[in-house]
């Protein structure tokens, strides 16, 4: 991340990094509020500040929770290692915590103050679209999940709101390794996120459920234990939940039960007619998918 946050397109402009403070890492960590306060906290009697808290309109009533924008190098500055090294560190710490401290890098050419704020307009509008809080930006998860799940329109509708972001980076489910946020600048530009993009926000919680539970016990499995995580895992993630849900499977233990046994067997399991024989029994009592399964005695090739 160093040389790409000091190549020539990003040097002449802002650097900032995007933390969480819903998250408080200990004390002693050198990215906590209090480390960052320390390094970064003696401001300029004249000029921006280097951390500046972003007042998401849900939580600006105690500013220490709100997410704090640091200003990691001026325009024409070049940029340490140091704490990039540390920031790549905890990004891989939590790139399955349900809710993460590193949130992003962004290169623009605004200032802190009106950053933080463009953020917030971009939040509530967002919002307002949807008739619910949605700050995608400080989740992570949501960022990658909008770029593998959406449609090029629906990507290129969230871009088109960040004309002034140079460039977005966030931390994947990926060993915390950064993506960058792109969208085909061909693409037509609509007034919302499809309709098709939107049921999946409906079903995200569990999604999410599904992939973190997945990537933090597959390893137990002898034919997972020396595989990476699959690229492909929020797709696959997202179509098993859809299925369940199409099958008449609404109990969660049911979905994620569904979920895990498709990502480790796919069509093995998910087309095993000895296994949809047990979805009617689980309809008419939720949560007992699992145990029918197992009372079937039902056994699967890997």
Not at 49 to 76: F, G, W
Not at 271 to 299: F, M, R, W
Request: with cysteine.
């Amino acid at each position: 991340m160093i040389t790409e946050l000091n190549k020539k397109d990003s040097f002449n402009k802002y650097r900032y990094l995007l933390v969480d403070n819903l998250v408080a890492l200990n004390s002693i960590s050198p990215l906590s509020r209090n480390s960052l306060i320390s390094l970064f906290g003696k401001d300029n009697v004249f000029g921006e500040k280097k951390l500046t808290p972003v007042l998401r309109s849900d939580l600006d009533y105690d500013p220490s929770i709100c997410p704090t924008l640091v200003k990691l190098a001026d325009p024409i500055e070049f940029l340490e290692s140091s704490i990039i090294d540390e920031v790549s560190k905890q990004a891989e710490i939590e790139c399955f915590w349900s809710k993460r401290y590193i949130c992003a890098y962004i290169v623009s050419d605004l200032k802190p103050s009106i950053l933080a704020n463009q953020f917030i307009s971009i939040g509530n509008n967002i919002a307002n679209t949807l008739h619910e809080p949605y700050y995608p930006f400080f989740e992570p998860f949501r960022m990658q999940f909008l770029q593998e799940i959406g449609s090029n329109e629906d990507k290129a509708w969230l871009k088109a709101q960040f004309t002034q972001i140079v460039h977005y980076y966030y931390p994947s489910i990926h060993n915390g390794k950064f993506i960058q946020y792109t969208a085909n600048d061909e693409s037509t530009v609509t007034n919302n996120w499809s309709t098709h993009y939107c049921l999946h926000l409906k079903q995200f919680r569990m999604i999410r459920t599904l992939v973190n539970a997945w990537a933090n016990n597959r390893t137990q499995f002898d034919e997972q234990k020396n595989l990476p995580l699959n690229d492909q895992v929020i797709l696959q993630a997202t179509q098993l939940v859809e299925q369940a849900y199409q099958l008449g499977l609404l109990d969660a233990a049911d979905i994620l039960f569904w979920g895990l046994n498709g990502l480790r067997y796919g069509k093995i399991f998910t087309e095993y007619s000895k296994v949809l024989e047990q979805i009617p029994k689980a309809q008419k009592v939720p949560g007992t998918l699992s145990k029918h399964v197992i009372d079937a005695n039902i056994h699967f090739e890997s």
